[in-house]
């Protein structure tokens, strides 16, 4: 049951047309009803609530259906875990919207371990990249894998940091994970799909779209205990992290920058509304120890 439970999983996550939240809901169907997975392409569309897509969600089920050996073929060439199992990320199931399933390469363990995100400015200044030094050795010291999103500037900056002072880190990616994105970060997810871990909710394939990334960043935040932003102006993916991270009721820390510099109004922002003023180790290691949810 087990087994037939993940090909549906796995063929619902490759479709267009459905979405996570339409996932949840046929799985939380299934569930309720014995784990069952034989369910029509009919009973799927209503059971998800498909409506605007029903054209682009039927073309894509009958497209793997007719083929049952090239769907097991394709499910093969993927590592995948789904909500089911038990080393699903424990703080990620708890939000909404969480993925049904997440495809990886790397080292899968370390999604056991205490998350701590680090995001910030992609045009990262000299500043920023030295506030990434200063922080991360004496967290990752403290046994907490470091979390970003492998884009340009302080995500990509704070998986090197983590590797170069022997720690863990997670990089999550808005595309399959045979795409690399941007293309100057690539040497880098490559090197973490070797020794550390890369996980994405797209399967094979799939591009940058540019709702992908907001989509990303939920995951980012709900699978870290709390989210560390590092540059950022008032209007940009970091602070749609950092809101998301509130949201699920995560411990949000705020680096302030130059007064007079738009780069870190957002962590400016941040800080007048609640978030943890940081400018040493200490400050985080202080909320991380006490968090509880």
């Given at each position: ?32 009803y014995n784990n069952s997975t034989d369910f029509s ?233 609640g978030a943890k003023c940081t400018i040493c180790p200490q400050d985080i290691l202080e909320e991380i ?5």
């Amino acid at each position: 049951m087990e087994e037939k439970q993940q090909a549906l999983l796995f063929k619902l996550a490759i479709c267009n047309g459905i979405g996570n939240l339409g996932m949840l809901k046929v799985l939380d169907f299934s569930m309720r009803y014995n784990n069952s997975t034989d369910f029509s392409k009919e009973e799927i569309i209503q059971i998800a609530g498909i409506t605007t897509y029903q054209k682009l969600f039927s073309e894509s089920w009958d497209f793997w259906s007719k083929d049952p050996e090239k769907l097991s073929l394709y499910q093969h060439s993927h590592r995948f875990i789904t909500l089911l199992d038990p080393i699903y990320p424990y703080y990620l199931k708890q939000i909404y919207n969480c993925p049904v399933v997440l495809f990886y390469k790397g080292n899968i363990e370390l999604l056991k371990q205490n998350c701590l995100s680090f995001i910030g400015a992609r045009a990262a200044s000299v500043y920023g990249i030295n506030v990434v030094r200063q922080l991360i050795p004496e967290i990752v010291s403290n046994n907490l894998t470091i979390v970003s999103g492998l884009a340009k500037g302080i995500d990509s900056v704070s998986h090197q940091i983590t590797m170069q002072h022997g720690g863990n880190t997670i990089g999550v990616i808005g595309t399959g994970l045979d795409s690399c994105y941007p293309k100057e970060t690539a040497h880098i997810q490559r090197k973490m799909m070797e020794e550390q871990l890369v996980i994405s909710e797209y399967p094979n394939g799939t591009g940058p779209r540019k709702y992908h990334f907001p989509m990303r960043n939920r995951i980012i935040a709900g699978m870290s205990l709390g989210t560390c932003v590092i540059e950022a102006r008032k209007k940009s993916g970091s602070l749609i992290t950092a809101q998301a991270a509130l949201e699920y009721g995560r411990e949000v820390f705020a680096v302030p920058g130059n007064v007079f510099d738009s780069q870190s109004d957002g962590c400016h922002g941040l800080i007048q509304d609640g978030a943890k003023c940081t400018i040493c180790p200490q400050d985080i290691l202080e909320e991380i120890q006490f968090f509880t949810i």
